[in-house]
C-alpha cells in the first residue's frame, strides 16, 4: 500500500508521481510517473497500463515518494480531462466510501462514473451528429451500397434511416431502434459518418426558472405541511437532516416540491432520489409541471448516452432537478441545494453486492461534506432513521394525517386457517371485490410473488422443482411456460412428466401473480385485471402504459408486487387485499417483521387516497400474532417505537453495529474452513479492548448455495461503529494475506440489510 500524500491538486515538491485508483479487486492505489508534457489534476481520469492491459482510473492523489522503486514505476499513458470530474467534498466522500465499506477504492470511482466515462469516452462537450456521405449522391452510388449489404438488411435499414435526414443524433437513431454496433458496422465501410456540433448556449438554470403558474403559492398547505416547509426552508444554505415522517397521503411531494422551489430560487440544485425505476416517470411527471428548469433522470433503464448526457447537465449545472435511483447519489453537482431520498425505508437503497453501499447513510454524509440539508421521506421509517430523530441527531418534521377528505383506510384481519380458499381468495374477499367493482371502484390484490406458482410437485412422489444450483425452489412461469428460478436467474423447460418417477401427475402448489390472474380475468369477466409485477412490464415505456390505464380511472383490478406498494395515487382504488401477509412474521432475518409491516402499510395506503373511503382486507392464517394485530389496531409509529424497545433489549440496530463476512465456495467444507480461519483472526484481534467485538459463526447461511455456490456467514457486532471500523480494518487486512482456496470468494458487507 502506497503512503498517504497530500490530496491537493498543488504540484508538490520534488518528483511527480499521480496516485491512481484503477477498478481492480485489490484494495490499494497504484502509483505512475508523468508522461512528457502530460498533465493530470486530482480527480480526473488517466488511462494507465495495468499488467498487460489499459485501464481507465481516476488520479486521488499527488505524491512525491512511493514505496515501489521509481525504477519500476510506469508513466501514465493518457490524461483524459482537463479538469476534475468531482469536486474536492464529493471525491473526500468517494474515498471515505471505500474505507468505510471495505471496497476497493478504483471499484467506488468505477460506481460513481457513467458507463462510457469508466470507458475512457470522453466528456459531451460537444453533440454528437451522425449522417452518410451517401447523402446527396447518384442513385448508382445507393445501388452499389445496397448491393454491398444485401446480406445485412438492418445496416440497409439504418443507412435509409441516415439518408432520410440531413444528421442525426445519437438517441434518435437509439429510439428508432438502430443500436451503436449497426452504425461502427456502417462507419468502417464508409457509409456512415460522425461530426460534432458545439452545444447550444445555454444560461445557468436559475436565470431561465421561473416558478410556473402552477406554482407552490397555488397549492395550499395544511398547518402541517406549512410548519414542515417552513423548517426546510429556515436555513436553506446549512447541512442538516430531516426525517419527513408522513403518513400515506399526507403530501409529503408537495413539502419537497416547495422545499425545491425555494433552492432553485437561490439558483442552487435539487437531487431526489427515490429506489425503483418504476416511480421515476410519476415524479419526473409532476416535478416538470411544476418547475420549468431542465429536469433530468439517472437509473439503469436508459441508455449508456442517455446517462452520461443527464450525467453531465448535471454537473455542469445546467439541469436545475436530478431525480435518480441509488447510485444518483454519486452525482457531481455544480450548485448542490437539497438532497431528497423518498421512500427512505426502501431496501434497494442498499446495494448488495459489489460496493456494498447504503445511499441512505451515504446521503448524510454527502449533505455534511456540502453543505446542504437532506431529508428522508417516508410514511414508514427506517428504524435506523427513526432512532436518530427521535435521539435529536434528525430534526423530525410529522405530517400525522392525510390530505384525503376520507379518515386512513382500516385494515381488516381475515382469518383464513379454517376456510376453504378459491386460488388464495376467500369468499369474504371475492364478494367484497365485486362490490367495489360494481360501484365503479377500482381494486387493488397485492401478492409478493410473481410468477405462476412457486412450486411444481408431483403427486406421485413427492417430487418438487428445486433449482440445481440454489438452495430454493424454481417457480412455475405459463408466459412462457418454463420453471424460473428468481434468486440465480437459471430458467428450464417445464416438464411433461415428472423428472423423478416419469409419473404425469403434476399440480402446482401455491399462488403467483399469473396464476392470480387467470383465476381473477375468470371470476370477474367484465373487469380488466391489470398485472404489475417484473415480468408483465419489462419494455422500457411498459410500466407507464399499464398505469395509464389505470389512471384512466375505470373499474378495474389492478394485481401486483411491491412494485405497487409505494408511490403510487390512485384516487380511485377503494379496496385493497393482501392476499399472503404472513411471510415476514417468521424470517430468518431480524428485520423480517419491520419490513413486513412496512410493506402491509405502504400497501393499505393506496386505498381511500381520495374523496371515497377505502378498506383493507388482509388475509393471514396467524390473525392473532402481535404484529398483525398491531397493524390492525395501532399506526405505524406506535409500531415501531415498541419494535425499538425490542431491537434495545436485543442489543440489535441501531443499538449496535453489524458487519458481515460472506464466503462463496464450490465446496462448503472450504467455505467453512476459510471462516474459522476468520473467526480465529477475529478472537486474536478482539483481546485488544480498542478491538473487542461479538462473533456469530461461522455458519452456513440461510440460503445455503446460490448460483452453484455454498455460503457462509460470519457475523460481526459491536456497540461501538468506530471500534468495529478498526476491527474490520485488521481483519480484511490479515484475510488478504490468508491463503485462500481456488474459487473462494469472500467479502464484507458493512451494516447488512440482507441478512438471507
Known amino acids: 500500500m502506497s503512503k498517504q500524500a497530500n490530496s491537493s491538486s498543488a504540484k508538490p515538491t520534488g518528483p511527480l508521481l499521480y496516485r491512481v485508483a484503477v477498478p481492480s479487486p485489490l484494495r490499494r492505489t497504484f502509483d505512475y510517473l508523468p508522461a512528457g508534457e502530460l498533465t493530470a489534476a486530482v480527480g480526473t481520469r ?31 499513458d493518457a490524461a483524459l480531462d482537463r479538469e476534475p470530474l468531482f469536486s474536492a467534498p464529493l471525491l473526500t466522500l468517494l474515498l471515505w466510501a471505500a474505507d468505510y465499506y471495505q471496497t476497493p477504492v478504483g471499484e467506488v470511482m468505477a460506481a460513481a462514473l457513467p458507463a462510457r466515462l469508466r470507458a475512457g469516452e470522453g466528456l459531451m462537450s460537444s453533440q454528437e451528429r451522425w449522417s452518410s456521405p451517401l447523402h446527396g449522391q447518384s442513385r448508382e452510388n445507393y445501388d452499389a451500397a445496397a448491393s454491398l449489404l444485401s446480406r445485412a438488411p438492418r445496416q440497409l435499414a439504418l443507412l435509409d434511416f441516415l439518408l432520410a435526414h440531413d444528421s442525426v443524433d445519437p ?46 403559492a397555488n397549492f395550499r398547505l395544511n398547518a402541517e405541511q406549512f410548519a414542515a416547509v417552513s423548517a426546510l426552508n429556515a436555513e436553506p444554505k446549512r447541512f442538516q437532516c430531516f426525517l419527513l415522517d408522513g403518513v400515506t397521503g399526507s403530501g409529503k411531494t408537495e413539502v419537497y416540491m416547495q422545499a425545491m422551489a425555494s433552492q432553485l430560487a437561490l439558483g442552487r440544485q435539487c437531487l431526489v432520489l427515490v429506489p425503483e425505476i418504476g416511480l421515476t416517470p410519476q415524479t419526473i411527471s409532476r416535478f416538470r409541471q411544476r418547475f420549468t428548469c431542465p429536469v433530468v433522470v439517472l437509473h439503469s433503464g436508459l441508455s449508456e448516452t442517455e446517462r452520461l448526457s443527464a450525467w453531465t447537465q448535471a454537473r455542469d449545472g445546467s439541469a436545475g432537478v436530478v431525480i435518480g435511483t441509488r447510485s444518483a447519489l454519486f452525482t457531481p453537482l455544480a450548485t448542490p441545494g437539497i438532497l431528497i ?72 384481519l381475515v382469518d383464513v386457517e379454517t376456510q376453504t380458499l378459491r386460488e388464495g381468495f376467500s369468499e369474504q374477499s371475492l364478494q367484497r371485490l365485486r362490490l367495489h367493482l360494481e360501484r365503479g371502484n377500482q381494486c ?24 440445481d444450483d440454489c438452495s430454493a425452489q424454481m417457480t412455475v412461469h405459463r408466459s412462457p411456460p418454463r420453471l424460473r428460478c428468481h434468486h440465480c436467474g437459471v430458467s428450464v423447460a417445464l416438464p411433461r412428466s415428472c423428472p423423478h418417477c416419469k409419473s404425469a401427475t403434476l399440480d402446482t402448489l401455491g399462488l403467483g401473480t399469473q396464476k392470480v390472474e387467470t383465476f381473477l380475468s375468470r371470476e370477474f369477466a367484465d373487469f380488466p385485471v391489470i398485472r404489475v409485477d417484473r415480468d408483465s412490464t419489462r419494455g422500457k415505456s411498459a410500466l407507464d402504459s399499464v398505469l395509464a390505464r389505470v389512471d384512466a380511472g375505470e373499474p378495474c383490478i389492478l394485481l401486483g408486487t411491491q412494485m405497487l406498494a409505494k408511490g403510487h395515487h390512485f384516487p380511485n382504488m377503494t379496496l385493497v387485499i393482501i392476499l ?57 409509529a406506535q409500531y415501531s417505537a415498541r419494535q425499538l424497545e425490542e431491537r434495545l433489549d436485543a442489543n440489535l440496530p441501531p443499538f449496535a453495529h453489524l458487519a458481515l463476512l460472506k464466503i462463496e465456495a464450490t465446496e462448503l467444507a472450504s467455505a467453512l474452513s476459510f471462516g474459522e480461519t476468520a473467526a480465529s483472526i477475529s478472537v486474536q484481534l478482539a483481546q485488544d479492548p480498542r478491538l473487542t467485538i461479538e462473533l456469530q459463526g461461522p455458519l452456513p447461511a440461510p440460503m445455503e448455495k446460490r448460483a452453484g455456490r455454498f455460503r457462509v456467514h460470519l457475523l460481526l457486532k459491536s456497540a461501538r461503529r468506530g471500534q468495529l471500523q478498526d476491527h474490520l480494518n485488521y481483519l480484511v487486512s490479515n484475510l488478504e494475506q490468508a491463503k485462500a482456496p481456488p474459487r473462494l470468494r469472500w467479502s464484507v458487507d458493512v451494516d447488512p440489510q440482507d441478512m438471507i
Open 171 to 216: 438517441r434518435a437513431i437509439t429510439e428508432a431502434g438502430f443500436g451503436r454496433p449497426l452504425l461502427r458496422a456502417l462507419q468502417e465501410r464508409g457509409l456512415a459518418q460522425c461530426s460534432s456540433e458545439a452545444p447550444p448556449t445555454r444560461s445557468h438554470f436559475s436565470q431561465d426558472y421561473v416558478p410556473a403558474d402552477n406554482s407552490s
Open 580 to 636: 399472503d401477509a404472513d411471510g415476514g412474521l417468521f424470517s430468518a432475518d431480524f428485520r423480517g417483521q419491520e419490513h413486513m409491516a412496512q410493506l402491509v402499510t405502504q400497501v393499505a395506503g393506496r386505498a381511500g387516497r381520495a374523496d371515497k373511503p377505502g378498506e383493507v382486507l388482509l388475509q393471514t392464517k396467524h390473525a392473532a400474532h402481535a404484529t398483525l394485530q398491531a397493524l390492525s389496531n395501532e399506526s405505524y
Open 46 to 76: 488517466v488511462r494507465v497500463p495495468f499488467g498487460t492491459r489499459k485501464l481507465t482510473g481516476v488520479v486521488i492523489a499527488h505524491a512525491s515518494e512511493s514505496d515501489v522503486p521509481k525504477a519500476k514505476l510506469r508513466p501514465i
Open 341 to 412: 431520498l423518498d421512500e427512505e425505508h426502501d431496501a434497494s437503497f442498499k446495494q448488495q453486492d459489489g460496493f456494498r453501499y447504503s445511499a441512505r447513510d451515504l446521503a448524510a454524509m454527502r449533505g455534511r461534506a456540502e453543505n446542504m440539508p437532506v431529508v428522508f421521506g417516508s410514511a414508514t421509517p427506517s428504524l435506523e432513521t427513526l432512532h436518530n430523530a427521535l435521539a435529536g441527531k434528525f430534526t423530525h418534521l410529522r405530517l400525522p394525517h392525510s390530505t384525503a377528505a376520507q379518515p386512513r383506510a382500516a385494515v381488516e
Open 444 to 467: 387493488l390484490v397485492f401478492i409478493n410473488r410473481r410468477g405462476y406458482a412457486p412450486v411444481l410437485n408431483c403427486s406421485s412422489c413427492g417430487w418438487q422443482s428445486e433449482c
